[in-house]
């Protein structure tokens, strides 16, 4: 009777210490929420395990709480491994707590209302419930742990091989090579103590660094005098769509019917890759660099450097006579950064005034961003040259639904801009969150058709269009461990300004050739010497 009851609290010990090991050390199936066990080894199960001999050792047994603290901790440690291995896969760099925390009201906003509500429903209740399920579990595997260690073979057993766990996992730390030794997973609480650290930095206000010098922000524009000046940030136009032949291929018809717009409009076309200063998100950080000239990478920095006054690529435009203006149809509420850039007029959704049916989170479409641009710069007569700045929305994740294509543009700015059938095409479409590549796809031919199609209706009007990407889109779309590059194409009738921007490395055409000219923030300079020479 003793034999049957020493194997059978050995089969439930071994059997919570593999479940328990499993709770830590699970890896992202990438590009998904979900997770798939691993074959590595948990270094704070082992830490654990010693703890516990020790206490044992020294009480000769344990409290009747021990199991309950222990569960808590459990719930701690899995829910931080899960945001540490999902995270990155899903957003393609790690959390940052005391940046990434003040967007996630809008982000979960953002979520619920393009998700189903069933979906959010799910979610809410997924949070509730799966930390209680965690504990309940931990709590009846730790019970086990606890139960077997009164037996002196195995705490015998269990405390060499504890120890001898930590000397290897302490050994490949410093790179030690051993020959058969298990791997071992990324500590968690090593995650917290570098979240908590950074969280600490940023709050004594440590981590604020001197801003480097102001760029030179100088050109007399002399080589686009008289043409209006439009810089788009195309949303998450990254250079996967470039790179990775899937996209190459899905795209490749939406792109030769947009060189074909440019030519036939008597217009070409430079392309070149830059590397942006974030990666799925924040796009503001690559308007900023761009605009400014500074390289910015971070919240703080783009903080402190607002607080100063510096000349922008807007202030330049601004000093020769242009009308500058910032058509933001994501911005729903006041944007103090517009003084700093130095705009003359900024336009959010509301002063846009949409009254079309609503697609993804903001509502307003880039069709109709780019007819009111059309409708605000070219109203004035006479007509002031104009310097515009436009962030796209509408290939923003989730990319689903895509609005429809208006070919009468006049109509794209009425209440009812589409018909009935292309209205409801469009609204059946529902994000594959497992799958987003084929919506990616979807949104960026809206924008190249969108774009090639105001090409055609503006043929006679002389203007330079800036196109380039904020940033790659999300990693659940470009994947794990690519570059942050993303695309920049310059359009114009002004073979000057064309010829100027392929002595710094552009090449001719729609596509873009590796390697990049650089951080974002030195594309300034190359571009204002296109506009321009110095002053």
């Known amino acids: 009777m003793h034999f049957q009851r020493f194997w059978f609290r050995g089969i439930l010990l071994v059997i919570s210490a593999l479940c328990l090991n499993a709770s830590l050390t699970f890896e992202n199936v990438w590009p998904t929420l979900g997770v798939r066990l691993s074959s590595l080894v948990s270094v704070e199960l082992l830490i654990v395990v010693v703890v516990l001999l020790a206490v044992y050792w020294k009480r000769s047994g344990f409290s009747r709480s021990t199991q309950h603290w222990l569960a808590l901790l459990w719930v701690f440690l899995v829910l931080g491994r899960y945001v540490d291995v999902t995270v990155p896969s899903l957003y393609g760099r790690d959390l940052n707590l005391y940046w990434d925390a003040r967007h996630l009201p809008a982000i979960s906003a953002m979520l619920a209302t393009v998700a189903e509500s069933w979906l959010v429903a799910l979610t809410i209740a997924t949070v509730i419930i799966v930390p209680l399920l965690i504990y309940l579990a931990a709590r ?155 390289e910015v990478r971070d919240q703080q920095t783009n903080m402190r450097l607002m607080a100063q006054s510096r000349d922008t690529m807007v202030t330049t435009f601004s000093r020769h006579g242009y009308r500058t203006m910032a058509i933001m149809p994501g911005l729903q509420r006041e944007w103090p950064d517009g003084s700093f850039y130095g705009f003359d007029e900024v336009y959010g959704s509301k002063q846009l005034g949409y009254q079309g049916p609503p697609f993804g989170w903001w509502d307003i479409t880039d069709q109709f961003a780019l007819a009111r641009m059309d409708a ?160």
């Open 140 to 294: 009846l595997m730790f019970l086990c742990v606890i139960d077997s260690l009164h037996m002196a073979i195995v705490r015998r057993t269990v405390g060499v091989t504890a120890m001898a766990g930590i000397i290897l996992a302490t050994a490949q730390m410093f790179n030690v090579h051993v020959s058969l030794a298990p791997r071992f997973a990324a500590p968690v609480t090593h995650a917290y103590f570098q979240q908590v650290t950074s969280f600490a930095y940023e709050m004594t206000g440590a981590g604020v660094r001197a801003l480097p010098p102001p760029a030179t922000v100088s050109s007399k524009l002399d080589r686009v005098t008289g043409a209006d000046v439009f810089i788009i940030f195309v949303e998450s136009y990254g250079a996967v769509s470039w790179d990775q032949q899937v996209f190459v291929e899905a795209l490749s018809e939406s792109r030769k019917r947009l060189e074909n717009d440019i030519d036939t409009t008597g217009r070409a076309v430079a392309s070149a890759f830059v590397e942006s200063t974030t990666f799925g998100g924040e796009s503001w950080l690559a308007h900023i660099s761009l605009l400014s000239g500074t």
């Open 376 to 535: 605000l710069v070219y109203a004035q007569q006479p007509h002031q040259p104009a310097f515009v700045f436009f962030p796209t929305i509408s290939t923003h994740t989730p990319f689903i639904p895509t609005p429809p294509y208006q070919s009468d543009w006049k109509r794209i700015l009425t209440a009812k801009p589409y018909d009935t059938v292309d209205l409801d095409r469009a609204w059946a479409q529902w994000a594959d969150w497992l799958n987003l590549g084929p919506g990616y796809v979807q949104a960026l031919e809206y924008l190249y058709q969108s774009l090639g199609g105001y090409l055609q209706l503006r043929s006679d009007r002389d203007f330079v269009i800036v196109l380039i990407g904020d940033h790659q889109p999300p990693a659940l779309v470009s994947g794990s461990d690519v570059s942050w590059d993303v695309p920049v194409h310059v359009i114009a009738s002004r073979r000057a300004l064309l010829d100027r921007l392929e002595q710094h490395g552009f090449q001719p055409g729609l596509a873009p050739a590796h390697p990049t000219l650089g951080s974002m923030h030195r594309l300034l300079p190359i571009l204002l010497d296109a506009f321009g020479d110095r002053d």
